[in-house]
C-alpha cells in the first residue's frame, strides 16, 4: 500500500474555531490533493499541490487554506470551521514525470478524515 | 475548467450479466483517467489506470477504455457478482484531479 497518512481521523470540533488536517506521504510524490465528500455531492476538489510551496485552487476553496512546507506534508486548514464544513475529508497523492515522454501514476488516497463541525 | 460526469447514477444487475459503466470528460488534455471502488464508509480503492496515450487498460474481468478525442471513458466489468456492489468512480488528471459523481452498482445474487 502506498504511504499515505491522514490525522486525525475524528474530530469534533466548535462553529468558529480553526482546524487543521494533516496529510502525510512517504513516497516522494509531487501532486497532493484535499477532497470533501458528501452525500450526493461525489469527492469535490479543495486545493492541491504540485510542490513545496506550489498550490492551487479546486472547486470548493471558500474557507480552506492550505500549506506545504516539504515534500511529504500537505496541511488543510479551516480557518473558522462552520457547520457546512461537516464532511469526510480524503487526502490523495500522485506523480506526473516527464522521463521518455510523461508517465503518470496512480492516486493513492489516504483513509479519510470524519469531521463533525458542532 | 473539467467537468466529470458519469451515467447511470445507479444501477442494479442480476449476478452475472455484463455492464458497462460511463464516464465522460470535457476537457481532453489530460495525463490519464482513472477507475476507483468505493464501498460504503470506506477510502478509494484504484481499479484501473488509463495513460492519456493508451486507449484501454484491464484487469481481470475488468476492463477499460478511453476515447480521448470524444471525451469519453467506459468500464466494462464481465460475469457480476454481488462482491462488485459498490460505488465506481472515474477522475481525469491533468494537474487537478476531478471525479464524476459515481455510478452505484448492486448486483443481486
Known amino acids: 500500500d502506498a504511504g499515505i497518512t491522514q490525522s486525525p481521523r475524528h474530530k469534533v470540533t466548535e462553529t468558529g474555531t480553526p482546524v487543521t488536517l494533516r496529510c502525510h506521504q512517504t513516497e516522494n510524490h509531487r501532486y497532493m490533493y484535499w477532497y470533501r465528500q458528501d452525500p450526493g455531492h461525489g469527492l469535490r476538489l479543495i486545493h492541491y499541490?504540485?510542490?513545496?510551496?506550489?498550490?492551487d485552487k479546486g472547486e470548493v476553496s471558500d474557507g480552506y487554506s492550505v500549506s506545504r512546507s516539504k515534500t511529504e506534508d500537505f496541511l488543510l486548514t479551516l480557518e473558522s470551521a462552520t457547520s457546512s464544513q461537516t464532511s469526510v475529508y480524503f487526502c490523495?497523492?500522485?506523480?506526473?514525470?516527464?522521463?521518455?515522454?510523461?508517465?503518470?501514476?496512480?492516486?493513492?488516497f489516504g483513509q479519510g478524515t470524519r469531521l463533525t463541525v458542532v | 475548467k473539467q467537468e466529470v460526469t458519469q451515467i447511470p447514477a445507479a444501477l442494479s444487475v442480476p449476478e452475472g450479466e455484463n455492464l458497462v459503466l460511463n464516464c465522460s470528460f470535457t476537457?481532453?488534455?489530460?495525463?490519464?483517467l482513472q477507475w476507483f471502488r468505493q464501498d460504503p464508509g470506506k477510502g478509494l480503492t484504484s481499479l484501473l489506470l488509463?495513460?492519456?496515450?493508451?486507449r484501454e487498460q484491464t484487469s481481470g474481468r475488468l476492463n477499460a477504455s478511453l476515447d480521448k478525442s470524444s471525451g469519453r471513458s467506459t468500464l466494462y466489468i464481465a460475469a457480476s457478482q454481488p462482491g462488485d456492489s459498490a460505488t465506481y468512480l472515474c477522475?481525469?488528471?491533468?494537474?487537478?484531479?476531478?471525479f464524476g459523481q459515481g455510478t452505484e452498482l448492486s448486483v443481486k445474487p
Open positions: 499541490s504540485y510542490g513545496v510551496k506550489d498550490t
Open positions: 490523495a497523492i500522485s506523480e506526473v514525470s516527464w522521463a521518455q515522454g510523461y508517465n503518470s501514476t496512480e492516486a493513492f
Open positions: 476537457d481532453s488534455a489530460i495525463y490519464n
Open positions: 488509463i495513460q492519456s496515450s493508451q
Open positions: 477522475a481525469a488528471q491533468g494537474g487537478k484531479l476531478i
